[in-house]
């Protein structure tokens, strides 16, 4: 039984207490003791049964059955990887212990909640910050690119299917857990731009189990004139992760179920083919062309995420899952509920 922190591993400058392990909790913890610049000091987790995992795993690492036991003037960040209704509790806990906070999303499951810890953080000069892991992931910097280079040209729409079966989580629906990823995607690819909920709305068929809302649908028009659809459902045997972005030039597809093809560009033209003069009105034309696969990095998103986490911590270059810069995720998805509620 370990009664003694591990000691600090070579070269690696900042201590990590995780807090929570139960679903992505094991998935951070190997994320962090792999990586180059952070070791893990303690994880806390109430379940008594989960120590013996843990110390199997991860040999001298301190184990805790509440937050109160963390020895906090060893500690640099806290990754909380707990329910979300807790988070905003635990990451005050740890901001008022001068620790930098990493929050699993959602960060909170309200604007106001979000931008009280993005204060207190800001007066105590600490880093609060979000995992919105898609805007590392390899994928998405490669349409980014795209979008900016104008390859597809205008963009007319973006399309999304989330579904897999379960975790049916008992603190937020399909809308908090799913649709955030979306959403978060979407402020990486077209930041500042604040979109208008046309329609939201949420099915729950297992109502009567106690679950919250397992199906939503909803769509946005953003200022630049593109048109969001977002389906997502916990309901499917098959898990899927595909988005469809169409343009003026071209269209991208990108599959993160795919384990190799991740992303595929289709050349396609929209133009005119005559002029409203002469025809007296818009006839469209349609041009297909070839099919790209672009060669992308294979790093893990969350790893390169974490990476640059430490790059934030030692420079102060900023980063781009703080919480100050993911606000507009939750207005969003604050947004979204509002509508569904309105709908119902």
Not at 28 to 38: E, G, K, T, W
Not at 254 to 271: A, G, H, L, N, P
Not at 312 to 329: A, C, D, F, I
Request: glycine fraction near 4%.
């Amino acid at each position: 039984m370990p009664t003694l922190p591990p000691p600090r591993a070579k070269n690696k400058k900042y201590a990590a207490v995780l807090v929570g392990f139960g679903y992505w909790g094991p998935i951070l913890a190997r994320v962090i003791n792999q990586s180059r610049d952070f070791y893990l000091f303690a994880i806390v987790d109430k379940d008594e049964s989960k120590k013996e995992i843990i110390w199997a795993q991860y040999p001298g690492v301190l184990w805790h059955g509440d937050v109160d036991q963390v020895n906090f003037d060893k500690v640099d960040i806290a990754f909380i990887a707990t329910p979300a209704k807790s988070h905003f509790d635990l990451a005050k806990f740890f901001l008022n212990k001068n620790v930098n906070v990493w929050l699993e999303k959602p960060a909170c499951t309200s604007f106001a909640e979000a931008q009280s810890l993005v204060s207190l953080a800001s007066e105590r000069q600490l880093l609060i910050v979000v995992d919105h892991p898609y805007v590392f992931h390899p994928a998405i910097k490669e349409i980014k690119n795209l979008i900016q280079s104008h390859k597809l040209g205008n963009i007319f729409y973006y399309e999304s299917s989330r579904a897999n079966l379960g975790i049916f989580q008992n603190d937020v629906d399909v809308l908090w857990d799913l649709v955030v990823h979306d959403i978060s995607i979407i402020g990486e690819l077209f930041p500042d731009l604040v979109p208008e909920v046309k329609s939201a709305y949420a099915h729950n068929p297992l109502a009567k189990f106690g679950s919250n809302a397992s199906m939503v649908s909803a769509q946005l028009l953003y200022p630049n004139g593109m048109m969001v659809s977002i389906d997502a459902n916990w309901l499917s045997p098959i898990k899927i992760r595909r988005t469809v972005i169409g343009g003026e030039k071209a269209t991208v597809i990108f599959d993160d179920s795919e384990v190799i093809e991740k992303v595929k560009i289709y050349e396609q033209e929209f133009t005119s083919n005559q002029s409203f003069e002469i025809t007296q009105e818009m006839q469209v034309g349609f041009r297909s062309g070839d099919i790209y696969v672009p060669r992308l990095s294979s790093r893990e998103a969350l790893v390169i995420a974490v990476e640059q986490l430490a790059e934030t911590l030692e420079s102060g270059v900023k980063y781009p899952n703080e919480l100050s810069r993911q606000l507009p995720v939750i207005r969003i998805l604050e947004d979204i509920q509002r509508r569904i509620e309105k709908s119902d």
